[in-house]
């Protein structure tokens, strides 16, 4: 029966199934997570939050909203797993610590990364989150993350080093005006031709979100 199955459905039901990390979670396993093998776009975060745990949908914080802001996208489009995959570093909430929430846990992708990924050949743009998800996606580097996202064009079309939409990153944002001034306007055009792209090929689809 297992070999009727989607090599990608398989291998989400083991992910959705995981209890590596039990021992070390404290509200225990709840992998959250996007991933079909149409996605055009891959976002790279760092792992789920408190209330992304609660309620089992990725990026449903104030993280989510600036995330969707700077992609220039609507929620429906965000959430629709044929356009965007959403795979963090680790898969489920790690705690929280004195400066906020924990590492993503190293076992998930460790585990997982990879195998999945493999399954992702249609993506055209990955956006990487953050310093975890970039030293994987990357490379590890000690360079500060103001720098290897002020060198953006390096990795561009196909990949995007951004900070963290976090609003932990206020500050971050106040003190790097250029980002948003730049970078988020780059993003959003690539996105829009990227999604247009898609609709002129599948125009099934177009008719479909129309309706």
């Not at 206020?170 to 970078?183: D, G, K, S, T």
């Amino acid at each position: 029966m297992a070999d009727r199955i989607p090599a990608l459905d398989l291998l989400l039901q083991q992910v959705r199934s995981c209890q590596l990390c039990a021992p070390h979670l404290p509200l225990g396993p709840r992998p959250v997570l996007q991933c079909h093998a149409s996605a055009r776009i891959l976002i790279v975060g760092q792992a789920p939050g408190r209330k992304v745990h609660d309620t089992g949908i990725p990026f449903n914080d104030p993280s989510g909203e600036r995330l969707r802001d700077w992609l220039g996208i609507d929620r429906d489009t965000f959430y629709d797993p044929e356009t965007v995959a959403l795979l963090p570093m680790g898969f489920c909430y790690p705690g929280s610590g004195k400066s906020g929430d924990l590492p993503p846990r190293p076992e998930c992708a460790a585990t997982w990364r990879q195998a999945l990924l493999a399954q992702l050949g249609n993506v055209q743009l990955t956006v990487v989150l953050g310093k975890y998800a970039q030293d994987y996606h990357l490379g590890k580097s000690s360079e500060p993350l103001v720098q290897r996202v002020r060198r953006w064009q390096d990795y561009w079309p196909e990949l995007l080093p951004m900070p963290h939409p976090s609003p932990r990153n206020n500050r971050w944002l106040r003190n790097n005006p250029w980002f948003e001034a730049e970078v988020v306007p780059a993003l959003q055009e690539r996105v829009k031709d990227i999604l247009g792209a898609k609709r002129k090929s599948n125009p099934g689809s177009a008719r479909r979100e129309k309706t």
